[in-house]
C-alpha cells in the first residue's frame, strides 16, 4: 500500500477516537516507525507530511539519517545502550526509553543542548519489557532534577500483547494518572506534559485514554 493511502486512514482513525473522546485532533502527533523499512520508504512518508520519524536502533537511525539528514524530526525508540547514546544524541530531538540513571548520566555528559525524553514504564509488568515500574517514577523523576541536559517531557509505554481491549486501556489509564503525579511535583526539569503510548493495533485505544504521541510502524509503512 502507498503510504499516503495508509496515513489517510490513520488520520481517520485519529479523528474518530478524538471525537469519541472530545480531544482535538491537533494534540495528536503522529511518529512514524520506520525501523522496518528503507529508507525510500521513509522518504515516501514525508513526502506524505509525516514530520516524525522514529528508530529504535542506532544503526538504522544512522543509516536513515545519512539520506534524510534533519528533515525529519527524529525520535529514538527503542532500548538504548548506554555506549550507543554519543552516536545518536546530536541528532535525535526526542528519546522515548530513559528507563534507568546510567543513561541519564551518559545523556547529561553528551548532550550539547537539553533533550526531550520519555521516561520508560513498564506498568504492564511483563518481564520481557524495558522500563521502570510505576512505582519508581516519582523517586527516578526527583532523581532528575539535577540533570540540565534532560527535560523529562512525558512518560511511554508500550500496552500488553494481547486482545484483551480493557488490559490495555487500564495499562494506558494508568501510565496518564503517573503522569499528573508527576506534574504535581512542579520539578523544573519536569513539565511532563506528553503521552507516548498507542502502536499500530491499539493506537486508538490510546488516543481515547490521552496519548499526545502514537508510534505507528506496520499500519502506515510496512
Ligand atoms: C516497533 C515499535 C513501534 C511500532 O510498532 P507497530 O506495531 O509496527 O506500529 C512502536 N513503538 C516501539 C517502541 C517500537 O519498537
Known sequence: MKVTHNLKNIHEKIIEACQKSGRNPEEVKLVAVTKYVSSERALEALDAGVVHLGENRDEGLLAKWEVLKNRPTWHFIGSLQTRKVKAIIDIVEYIH???????????????????????????????????????????????????????????MTMAPLTEDEERIRHCFKELKSLREEIQQLHIENSPCKELSMGMSNDFHIAIEEGATFVRIGTALVG
Open 97 to 155: 526509553s530513559l528507563d534507568r540513571m546510567t543513561l541519564a548520566d551518559e545523556i547529561q555528559k553528551r548532550a550539547s543542548n537539553p533533550i526531550k525524553c520519555f521516561i520508560q514504564v513498564n506498568v504492564s509488568g511483563e518481564e520481557s519489557k524495558h522500563g521502570i515500574t510505576p512505582s519508581e517514577a516519582l523517586d527516578f523523576v526527583r532523581a532528575l532534577s539535577g540533570h540540565d541536559k534532560i527535560i523529562v517531557d512525558g512518560l
